[in-house]
């Protein structure tokens, strides 16, 4: 029996690696990965490839970047050759990005099952693009594979069948708990002179975020303000430096040597810093989930966020964008008053696991031991 795990931009390779890795070392099944090439640059694809041990796609689609029809189409388009000429017996997406939407799409319209890891995950908004992709993929999918119980819950909601969803606990810490202390020991923190625990990380992507001058201005200066108390390290992502050249936003930089703008970072860089930060500031949805399994404070900068449990139980404030609000989270973490949490249920780094075995009782395989 075959399986095809699609993966296509950089938050997809984290998630894939230990479930490509644990159906390999426990079940006969055949896999074949197939990249879409939605992410393209070496630094936000290559390099976790190697950081990760995932080996190399089978397939590589060089989709590359266009709106969000053109992405998705021809992703589409591609996709249906690739799965009438390998006819699998299960399709396995992961997360919420356009090459998750385009796979499962053109998998249930081919009557090909479709396992989908990180189902059940919302924000109940409908202008981020992927709370669409979540929705429509979860709809469609024959496995549902829930990071937390909350995920569950807004399955059962949505009127889903009960025997498709699973909670496995989350496969992205699979990746973080199996390479932290790799990660730790690369010379990432001394190359940059910072000390550890005494800097802090930003990411900026959301489209909401940084299309808008407005918004990533404000943004900015809120950042800036806690590059002035500690150096603040902030590897940019391509939509984001795009739109601060545009924008006439570099001068945020220029003034304030404690900002630190990087070159996005392969995995195991950028683990390390996050895992030695004293607080982290981002909109990106893993980051707020890793820094709740390294119990590293987190401000998400957005109005929502659709895993509640980095909340409830983990280390993450939603701040939203308002400057001030940025400003006041951000100096009471700063003195010591950053959130504490607990890691949630199942983050445990045995989320590929669960999934192996569920794909092999799914695909009828007999199941072999663990060898590793
Ligand atoms: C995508 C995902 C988002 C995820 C993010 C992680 C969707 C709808 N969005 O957003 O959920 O959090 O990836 O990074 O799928 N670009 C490059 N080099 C690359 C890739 C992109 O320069 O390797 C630039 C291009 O100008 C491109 C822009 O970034 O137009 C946006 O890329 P795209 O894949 O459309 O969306 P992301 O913002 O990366």
Redesign the pocket.
């Known amino acids: 029996k075959k399986v095809i795990h699609i993966v296509?931009?950089?938050?997809n390779f984290m998630k894939v690696a230990p479930i490509h890795r644990a159906i390999a070392a426990r079940t006969p099944l055949q896999q074949i990965l197939i990249h879409t090439g939605?992410?393209?640059?070496v630094?936000?694809?290559d390099v976790f490839f190697s950081d990760l041990g995932l080996p190399a796609p089978d397939v590589h689609l060089g989709i590359?970047?266009?709106s969000?029809a053109q992405?998705t189409a021809r992703t589409m388009v591609e996709l249906e050759k690739v799965f009438l000429e390998h006819k699998p017996d299960l399709v396995s997406v992961v997360?919420?990005?356009?090459?998750?939407v385009a796979a499962a799409l053109v998998s249930s319209k081919l009557a090909i099952p479709l396992a989908h890891v990180e189902a059940g995950l919302r924000s109940y908004s409908r202008h981020q693009?992927?709370e669409i992709?979540r929705v429509v993929t979860d709809r469609l999918a024959d496995l549902l594979l829930t990071p937390s119980r909350d995920a569950d819950a807004n399955l059962l909601k949505e009127g889903l069948e009960p025997d498709r969803i699973h909670f496995v606990g989350n496969v992205m810490i699979d990746s973080l708990l199996a390479s932290k202390e790799r990660a730790e020991q690369l010379p990432v923190l001394k190359s940059l002179g910072l000390a550890p625990h005494g800097y802090a990380v930003c990411t900026l992507?959301?489209?909401s975020n940084v299309d808008d001058p407005r918004v990533l201005g404000g943004l900015l200066s809120a950042i800036a303000h806690v590059a002035s108390r500690i150096p603040v390290v902030f590897p940019v992502?391509?939509?984001t430096r795009?739109m601060i050249s545009e924008q006439g936003l570099g001068s945020a930089f220029e003034r304030n040597p404690n900002l630190r703008p990087v070159d996005p970072m392969g995995y195991l860089e950028f683990l390390a810093l996050t895992s030695q930060a004293r607080l982290i500031l981002t909109d990106?949805?893993?980051l707020q989930e890793e820094t709740t399994a390294l119990g590293v404070p987190c401000l998400t900068l957005r109005e929502q966020t659709e895993r509640p449990i980095t909340v409830e139980e983990g280390t993450n404030e939603v701040v939203g964008t308002d400057p001030d609000r940025i400003r006041e989270a951000a100096d009471r973490a700063l003195n010591g008053q950053g959130k504490k949490g607990r890691v949630p249920e199942y983050w445990d780094g045995r989320s590929g696991e669960r999934i192996a075995d569920l794909f092999s009782r799914f695909l009828s395989v007999e199941q072999g031991s663990l060898r590793a």
Request: net charge positive; proline share 11%; glycine share 18%.
């Open positions: 296509g931009a950089r938050p939605q992410h393209y640059d630094k936000m694809s590359g970047s266009g969000h992405q997360g919420d990005v356009n090459s998750t693009p992927e992709n992507h959301r489209p992502h391509p939509r795009k990106s949805g893993g």
